[in-house]
């Protein structure tokens, strides 16, 4: 039988700090979003609730500011346990935790509506690392079609807050 290996970046973080809203694994009424590599690019996924209506037939943008959020300092996270030598596909099963990023800057840009009823795909790339600050660039479509982008600037939780 082989072992299921995530390779969701926020499935490793350490529990004391996997409780937020929009991306925490033990928050059981948040999104739960859950990043993931694909090629140089990290890509996230998430299919919006009636609830996450802002007027009938779309998305409320506090819902898309989330999920640039989370997704950007998931990104974030991932290049510095990369860094350090993580693989999330690694056999056997990686390291339980990698490195807490938290968002120093979010800004976000509503290129159009975002309809409600399709799943959304949110992309992110690096556009700049280092051990204690990364940037990333971050799109949501929806259907095939940007509707807003993102710079998150994220930065290195502290050992002690």
Same mark, same amino acid.
């Given at each position: %039988?082989?072992?299921?290996?995530?390779?969701?970046?926020?499935?490793?973080?350490? *529990?004391? /700090?996997?409780?937020?809203? =929009?991306?925490?694994?033990?928050? #059981?009424?948040?999104?739960?979003?859950?990043?993931? @590599? &694909? =090629? #140089? &690019? $990290? /890509?996230?996924?998430? $299919?919006?609730?009636?609830?996450? %209506?802002?007027?009938?037939?779309? !998305?409320?943008?506090?819902?898309?500011?989330?999920?640039? *959020?989370?997704? =950007?300092?998931? $990104?974030?996270?991932? !290049?510095?346990?990369?860094?350090?030598? @993580?693989?999330?596909?690694? #056999?056997?099963?990686?390291?339980?935790?990698? +490195?807490?990023?938290? $968002?120093?800057?979010?800004?976000? *840009?509503?290129?159009?509506?975002?309809?409600?009823?399709? &799943?959304?795909?949110?992309?992110?790339? /690096?556009?700049?690392?280092?051990?204690?600050? !990364? !940037?990333?660039?971050?799109?949501?479509?929806?259907?095939?079609?940007?509707?807003?982008?993102?710079?998150?600037?994220? /930065?290195? %939780? +502290?050992?002690? @807050?």
């Amino acid at each position: %039988m082989t072992e299921h290996i995530s390779r969701d970046f926020q499935d490793f973080y350490p *529990d004391d /700090v996997a409780h937020c809203y =929009g991306c925490g694994r033990l928050n #059981e009424h948040g999104h739960q979003l859950k990043s993931r @590599w &694909e =090629g #140089e &690019e $990290t /890509v996230a996924r998430f $299919t919006p609730k009636p609830y996450h %209506m802002a007027i009938p037939g779309y !998305v409320y943008g506090g819902l898309i500011a989330s999920l640039i *959020d989370c997704h =950007g300092t998931g $990104t974030a996270s991932a !290049v510095a346990a990369r860094a350090e030598g @993580w693989r999330p596909d690694a #056999e056997p099963a990686p390291p339980g935790e990698i +490195p807490r990023f938290v $968002t120093a800057s979010l800004r976000v *840009d509503y290129l159009r509506p975002t309809p409600l009823g399709p &799943e959304l795909e949110i992309r992110g790339t /690096v556009q700049e690392a280092t051990a204690r600050k !990364v !940037v990333v660039a971050a799109t949501v479509s929806a259907a095939g079609e940007i509707t807003a982008r993102g710079t998150v600037i994220a /930065v290195r %939780m +502290p050992e002690r @807050w």
